[in-house]
């Protein structure tokens, strides 16, 4: 049977070795590990520990509150805090000396070894591990609190695990009182009530930050609520997208139907003129249609600018399925469609789906019906590809101006959206010529979700 361990949270190195001296000259058989004050909550869901050595203070943080929160994960875990000021608590038993060496200290270890019968001294469970892994490695900010608010666990992607442990809130957030008062209100909503406060978007102007935050509670191992779980998500570079691209519909949109209304002045006058010439039918038809075809397109124009924009959700998915997906509402028989390579995207979907929608059909369109057509992941994105006759324009990128069109029958405005799209999303859309000859949208600067 392997010795007990008795873990100390120290930034020294050699302080283990000299508890572990003081042990061994006391004739207490156990191992001493040591944990640095910034990992001390993963160390307990990841090593078998019979007892806690906290000194008063850790790296100039209050080792009292280190122990509340380990006491708060394992409540029955014997701890001991040493030092002169050292204070007894609930669960925690004080050795006031600072030595690590003192006969006090290794004896009241030794009592604890003896009494020890902690969940920390079995072996980590597979569970534990994954819990542990995650609060080790998500840039999200993760946090688990006690019915009283505590935290007893907490990831370092926002603050350092020591500035909070075993603290609420109010006792050390960079917050103001505002932002504090409704995390408090979040808090016991979960906690009294057991229910679950999900995507809450919030904002604290002393971080000067936007929040997304999700809490549930927490129920222990016999059924009893003891807690909250959450998770935290700093948002503030999705919400500054947010407002620009607010903006710049705005303008866009006066844009818009500004240019709508003085065409409709110019074709009022040109009909009013077309009303006065006496000429061959035909001709005076052709002209009527192109007038009213102009009239449809102005009130298309009118009927966009003036709607309200979808709210802007990037999700992540894959290239392929949302490829698929939209390949398979088009209805294409004779073209062909092969997916070469994929990748993970960040992208609103129905953004996505338009996005995607108008490149495929613009190859089809141009390629002809038996076109065969490409998607594949770049480094930095992806393309969409066809053996079509390419594109017959200097410079290419005249295709994505608003209005357009190779062909009288399109609009001119299917390029100009999917351009439109990629900017939104922050992305680069250009045109060049395929491997095969024909035409090729390659999209970069996509960010590859973690």
């Known amino acids: 049977m392997s010795p007990p361990t008795v873990l100390l949270i120290t930034a020294e190195t050699a302080a283990g070795k000299r508890l572990q001296a003081a042990l061994e000259q006391a004739a207490i058989d156990a191992t001493v590990e040591t944990t640095d004050p910034e990992c001390v909550d993963t160390t307990l869901l990841r090593t078998a520990v019979d007892c806690l050595v906290v000194p008063v203070t850790c790296g100039g943080m209050?080792?009292?509150?280190?122990?509340?929160?380990?006491?708060?994960?394992?409540?029955?875990?014997?701890v001991i805090m040493y030092g002169s000021e050292?204070?007894?608590?609930?669960?925690i038993q004080a050795v006031a000396d600072d030595d690590l060496g003192s006969p006090e200290l290794t004896a009241a270890v030794g009592a604890a070894l003896e009494n020890s019968e902690t969940?920390?001294?079995?072996?980590?469970?597979?569970?534990?591990?994954?819990?542990?892994?995650?609060?080790?490695?998500?840039?999200?900010?993760?946090?688990?609190?006690?019915?009283?608010?505590?935290?007893?666990?907490?990831?370092?992607?926002?603050y350092a695990p020591p500035e909070l442990l075993g603290r609420r809130d109010e006792d050390g957030l960079p917050a103001g009182a505002t932002y504090l008062d409704a995390a408090r209100g979040d808090d016991l909503q979960v906690i009294n009530d057991g229910t679950d406060i999900l995507d809450i978007?919030?904002?604290?102007?002393?971080?000067?930050?936007?929040?997304?935050?999700?809490?549930?509670?927490?129920?222990?191992?016999?059924?009893?609520?003891?807690?909250?779980?959450?998770?935290?998500?700093?948002?503030?570079?999705?919400?500054?997208?947010e407002r620009l691209l607010r903006q710049q519909n705005e303008r866009l949109r006066k844009v818009a139907l500004l240019a709508a209304h003085e065409l409709r002045n110019e074709l009022q006058v040109s009909t009013g003129h077309l009303s006065q010439i006496e000429a061959d039918g035909e001709h005076i038809g052709a002209v009527e249609e192109s007038i009213d075809r102009l009239s449809s397109i102005v009130d298309k124009v009118v009927s966009l600018a003036s709607s309200d924009s979808p709210e802007f959700e990037p999700e992540q998915q894959w290239l392929s399925t949302v490829t698929w997906d939209v390949w398979s509402s088009l209805s294409l028989e004779a073209a062909s469609l092969e997916v070469t390579s994929d990748r993970r995207l960040l992208a609103d979907p129905e953004s996505m789906r338009l996005f995607l929608e108008?490149?495929?059909?613009?190859?089809?369109?141009?390629?002809?019906?038996?076109?065969?057509?490409?998607?594949?992941?770049?480094?930095?994105?992806?393309?969409?590809?066809?053996?079509?006759?390419?594109?017959?324009?200097s410079p290419p990128e005249r295709v994505f101006e608003a209005g357009y069109a190779s062909e009288k029958q399109n609009s001119g405005f299917g390029l100009y959206i999917a351009n439109r799209t990629a900017k939104e999303h922050g992305w680069s859309l250009s045109v060049d010529d395929s491997e095969d000859g024909g035409a090729r949208f390659t999209v970069t600067d996509v960010e590859r979700p973690d």
Do not use: C
């Not at 604290?204 to 549930?216: D, Y």
């Open 119 to 158: 969940m920390a001294a079995r072996p980590a469970s597979r569970p534990e591990t994954i819990l542990a892994t995650m609060f080790e490695r998500y840039s999200e900010h993760l946090y688990v609190k006690d019915d009283d608010r505590h935290y007893l666990l907490l990831n370092n992607s926002s």
């Open 86 to 91: 050292a204070d007894r608590g609930e669960h």
């Open 358 to 393: 108008i490149l495929l059909s613009n190859a089809v369109e141009h390629g002809g019906p038996d076109v065969a057509i490409r998607v594949g992941a770049t480094s930095s994105g992806f393309f969409v590809a066809d053996d079509g006759p390419g594109v017959d324009v």
């Open 201 to 241: 978007h919030e904002f604290s102007p002393s971080m000067g930050k936007h929040l997304r935050t999700s809490k549930v509670p927490w129920y222990d191992e016999t059924g009893e609520l003891a807690g909250l779980i959450g998770i935290t998500q700093d948002i503030t570079d999705q919400k500054e997208r």
């Open 62 to 78: 209050a080792g009292g509150h280190l122990a509340e929160a380990a006491t708060g994960l394992y409540p029955k875990l014997p």
